[in-house]
Each structure stands twice: as structure tokens, then as C-alpha cells.
């Protein structure tokens, strides 16, 4: 098992560590031969190689076997529009290169966790759906992007080959198969040429899932359900820029956007990394929540390396330092002190190694 770990900026390195640890302590417990082996990103490569994903990087990623990724951004950029060089652009960089075609992002509420999200309890209660976004096509990458001459006009391009909204919808019916058989396609197949490709090609694939019930909703209307309705939802593919923001709005649903966790899966080595971002205001001070992190290296061992148990005791621990109170300050109960991320970690860790299990039936 080769993982190459790439932590990012601002609260990147903290919570991977975290992860890296969990991961350490399962191979030890199953018996994995686990090598890893650490590339930079983002700002921190920006500061010391001049690129946000160098080719060092890059060929690292190339020869492992999945790699786990932190957070990257910098407020130094974001401030200062005319930045030649951003961390993001390390981000996407890395996503096309690698051909990570398909980001997913489960959202699932913890129970005892309903009472942070900004949702009454009993619309959340039970959400559990898949955000499957498209990831190195659409707005995000389309050209022609930039200015005219003046300066005085800005422009982005939506593209997308019949071939790309083949694979991804594909992608998203076999999920679909996989859970409780319903698909949401979200488009804005009412004003956008590329959302009524998608929606062509989705009318052509769903003959081949008959199982599956098929649901198309324009992007607009799936913003609202998706607080209206959670629980309406199983799966629902959608292009990159729709995916970027209907995700946001997924996690904080949940509660915490401390707790998600993704997989980018494609052509090469797969990527899995929380779906927040580097936080730079909490960097160093131990105060970030690293479980959609943790939950990320469980999604690794799930889908990079099919070992299910693994994944199944990641989770287990984490739901139980959650009930133990044993949280960071975004999820703690009032009045309760807050632990710290590497607190959070260790008792993670100490839980794993002394969970009893049974290898052969891979139930705990
Ligand atoms: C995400 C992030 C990235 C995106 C940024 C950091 C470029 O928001 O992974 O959702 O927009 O894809
Ligand atoms: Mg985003």
C-alpha cells in the first residue's frame, strides 16, 4: 500500500497527520504493509518552487497507490486578484492530470450531531445522500477564459464532449445501483446548451438502468430541495461549478462541514480529501476538526483498496469519539470543553487499537 500524502496549507498538516495516524494504526491492527511517502501543494510549493503542483508532485501521485490530500489556499492570494500563480490552480492542476473525472461526496448526518445543523431535526433526520461531481470539466476548465483587451470584459466557457457526460453519468447509475436506485440529474437544461447534452445523454443511458428511477431538476430548484428535502435525495450527478456549490450547501446540512469527506476517482491514482478548505485563521492552533479527514482515509481504504472492515472500523471510531463527547469545539456540546485536534486523533487512534474484532466474519 502506497500512499503518497500531500497536507496543503493552513489546517492541512494537522489534520493529516491525524489521518496518516488512523491509517498507521489500521494497517498495524490488519497486518498492511503501508509505505507513504509526503509531496507538497498549494501555497507552501508556491512559496518554494514557484508551482502549486510541481511535477515531483505529480510523479509521486502517479506511482502511489492512492493519495491523501489535505487543504489547500492562502489568504494571501485571495486577496490579491492579480496573483500570477494561485494555490488552486495546484488543485485543479492536480484533478486533470490525474483525470479525476468524478468527485464523491456522501452526505450522511450523524445522529447525535442533528442538533447543529441549521435545519429543524426532523427535516435533516436521516439524510443520506451522494453528490457525484463532474471534476475536470465545465466552467472550471472551459476555454476560451480571460480578459479583452481593455480589461473591461471578463468571459468563462462551459464545455462539455457527449464522451465526458457519458462516463460520469454512467458512473453515477452504477452508485445509484449500488444504493436505493434513484438518480437526480441537475442541469439548467431551460437556458444551458451544455446542461441539454447532459440531459440527452442521460435520456439515452437510463433505458440501460430500468431499476434505477430517474429524476432530472433544474440546479436552481435543487438548491432548495436540498434544504426543503434532504432526505428526498439517494444520488445526484451534477456538473463541476454546480457540484462545487450544492456540495457547500450539502455539508452544512449535515451539521459540521468539518465531517465530509470525498473521493476524486478517475484515471490514475484516486484522491481523498475533506471537502473543506485550509482554514488559515485555525493553522497550528490545534483547534481544527480532523474527522472528514479521518472519514477520507476511510473512504481510501473502501474504495483504493476495497478492504471494507478497515473503512467500517474507521467509521466506528469516529461515531464513538462523537458519542463520547470527545469533539472539537465546532461539534462540542455547550458547556462541554473542547478537545484538540491531535486529542481527537489520539483517542481515535487508542480505540482502534483496542477494538475487538473478528478478522474473518469483518464484523466489530
Ligand atoms: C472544492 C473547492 C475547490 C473547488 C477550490 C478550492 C478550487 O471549493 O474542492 O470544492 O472549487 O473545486
Ligand atoms: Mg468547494
Avoid at 31 to 56: F, M, R, T, W
Avoid at 114 to 135: N, Q, T, W, Y
Avoid at 165 to 188: G, P, Q, S
Avoid at 261 to 289: D, L, R
Wanted: charged share 25%; proline share 5%; with cysteine.
Amino acid at each position: 500500500m502506497k500512499i503518497a500524502i500531500l497536507p496543503g496549507d493552513g489546517i492541512g498538516p494537522e489534520i493529516i497527520s491525524v489521518a496518516l495516524d488512523v491509517t498507521k494504526v489500521i494497517c498495524e491492527k490488519f497486518g498492511h504493509d503501508l509505505q507513504y511517502e509526503y509531496g507538497i501543494c498549494g501555497a507552501s510549493a508556491i512559496d518554494k518552487v514557484g508551482n502549486p503542483y510541481p511535477d515531483a508532485t505529480h510523479e509521486l501521485c502517479m506511482r502511489s497507490d492512492a493519495v491523501l490530500f489535505g487543504a489547500i489556499g492562502d489568504p494571501r492570494f485571495d486577496n490579491n486578484p492579480s496573483a500570477k500563480v494561485r494555490p488552486e490552480q495546484g488543485l485543479l492542476a492536480m484533478r486533470k492530470r490525474l483525470g479525476l473525472y468524478a468527485n464523491i461526496r456522501p452526505v450522511t448526518t450523524f445522529e447525535s450531531l442533528i442538533h447543529k445543523s441549521p435545519l429543524r431535526a426532523e427535516l435533516v433526520k436521516g439524510a443520506d445522500f451522494m453528490c457525484i461531481r463532474e471534476l475536470t470539466g465545465g466552467l472550471y476548465f472551459g476555454r476560451p477564459q480571460g480578459r479583452s483587451e481593455d480589461g473591461n470584459t471578463a468571459y468563462d466557457t462551459c464545455v462539455y464532449t457527449r464522451e465526458e457526460v457519458v462516463r460520469i453519468i454512467t458512473l453515477a447509475y452504477e452508485y445509484a445501483m449500488k444504493r436505493r436506485r434513484k438518480l437526480t440529474v441537475v442541469d439548467k437544461a431551460n437556458v444551458l446548451a451544455t446542461s441539454r447534452l447532459w440531459r440527452e445523454v442521460a435520456k439515452e443511458i437510463a433505458p440501460q438502468y430500468p431499476e434505477v428511477e430517474t429524476e432530472y431538476m433544474f440546479v436552481d430548484n435543487a438548491a432548495m430541495r436540498i434544504i426543503q428535502w434532504p432526505t428526498a435525495f439517494d444520488v445526484m450527478v451534477t456538473e463541476n461549478m454546480f457540484g462545487d456549490i450544492l456540495t457547500d450547501e450539502g455539508s452544512v446540512i449535515t451539521g459540521s462541514m468539518g465531517l465530509l469527506p470525498s473521493a476524486s476517482i478517475g484515471m490514475h491514482t484516486s484522491v481523498f480529501e475533506p471537502i473543506h478548505g485550509s482554514w488559515p485563521q485555525a493553522a497550528g492552533k490545534n483547534i481544527a476538526n480532523p474527522l472528514a479527514t479521518v472519514l477520507s482515509a476511510a473512504m481510501m481504504f473502501d474504495y483504493a483498496f476495497g478492504l471494507k472492515a478497515e473503512a467500517e472500523l474507521i467509521r466506528k471510531a469516529v461515531n464513538a469519539s462523537i458519542d463520547a463527547n470527545v469533539r472539537t469545539q465546532d461539534i462540542q456540546v455547550e458547556g462541554e470543553e473542547a478537545y484538540g485536534t491531535a486529542e481527537v486523533g489520539a483517542w481515535i487512534v487508542r480505540y482502534i487499537r483496542d477494538a475487538e474484532y473478528n478478522t474473518n466474519l469483518s464484523n466489530f
